[in-house]
């Protein structure tokens, strides 16, 4: 960034991240494709370093998802010891730096070994305040919307809560995410233009952005782009580009009173 540093942008609040391209990054070496995964890691904590500094209050990283399973048995078990051994390792380091980690996704797919990891973990660094790091593992944005439906149905059967007042905003309190704000910014690397079934409802108003980049080329530069182009969107809601321009008027006016 040649102007213009990160502080003098307008960050977004909460960013969510597909890193994709750590298997790519690995055969382009003539590597195995878990050596690339091994190689994300490094990433991830670049990433979370990037977010705390900058003042982001969440970062949501899509670790493994619901339709990973169908990988290669291998990949896939490298990847679950590479999660518990990461779990191991880095929870100190995010403690130690005030960051709170939480785990979103169908947990009781994993081993109880792991399972109990994820608890440990959560529950040493439930009370830090500098980042939420969520991440992602076997996680749908499909499932975490039928998940939500069923507490809603459960509700209903047990005579709590009338068909006629589910809305939106029920529903919305039953998704993972449900205590942070969505995420305004979606960044895929790897060069891929989809979402691949992630934060299907939280999305809905998102500002994507799609590099080129492999994940475990993924660093403080890279992430800089991305928010300075975030920064230059206009978010409008549905709204015309006029109405928000008096809307943020009218701010500025109230705001000088």
Known sequence: MDSISVEQLKLPKHVAI???GNGRWAQLRGK???FGHKAGAESVRRAV???RKKGIQSLTLFAFSSENWKRPEEEVSVLMELFFTVLKREVKKLHKHNVKL???GDTE???AKLQQRIKEAEALTVNNTSLTLNIAANYGGRWDIAQAAQQLAKSVQEGKLNPSDINEEKLAAHLNLADQTVPDLLIRTGGEHRISNFLLWQLAYAEFYFADVLWPDFDDQAF??????FSCRERRYGLTSEQV???ILDTDVTSGE
């Open 224 to 229: 800089a782009q991305a928010i300075a182009d």
């Open 245 to 247: 321009q008096q809307a």
């Open 18 to 20: 597909i890193m994709d």
């Open 109 to 111: 797919g994993f081993s």
């Open 102 to 104: 939480k785990i979103i």
């Open 32 to 34: 195995h494709r878990t």
């Open 49 to 51: 370093a990037f977010a």
